[in-house]
């Protein structure tokens, strides 16, 4: 019941930020994050504050292109490219998702 509350609270979202501390390279963490915001109903919301981080979001939202096109994702990158939001468009993208992640990885 407390976990009910706390996932209708959106208490999840907190949690998804973020955190290239504990990774060696930024395209590392962008990865994890991609992977794992994606899988979920809100999709990803990733803001850049610097120069290789908005590489990285042009670069992710550049392969999900493709598959906004097909119907499986929705993509917003800011004229800036200063942030980039995605999600899965339900039943196709998630359906496609292991093809849709690799080419994100692979960008």
């Known amino acids: 019941e407390a976990y009910t509350a706390w996932i209708e609270a959106d208490g999840a979202a907190e949690h998804l930020e973020l955190d290239t501390s504990q990774r060696d390279h930024l395209a590392d963490a962008m990865i994890e994050a ?34 906004e096109e097909s119907g499986a994702v929705e993509l917003q990158l800011d004229e800036s490219g200063c942030r980039l939001k995605a999600k899965l468009i339900a039943p196709q993208g998630f359906l496609v998702s292991d093809a849709l992640l690799s080419d994100a990885f692979a960008a």
Do not use: K, P
């Open 34 to 67: 991609t992977m794992l915001s994606l899988r979920t109903s809100d999709g990803l919301d990733l803001s850049a504050q610097d120069d290789e981080t908005r590489r990285c979001l042009r670069a992710i939202a550049g392969a999900l292109q493709r598959w």
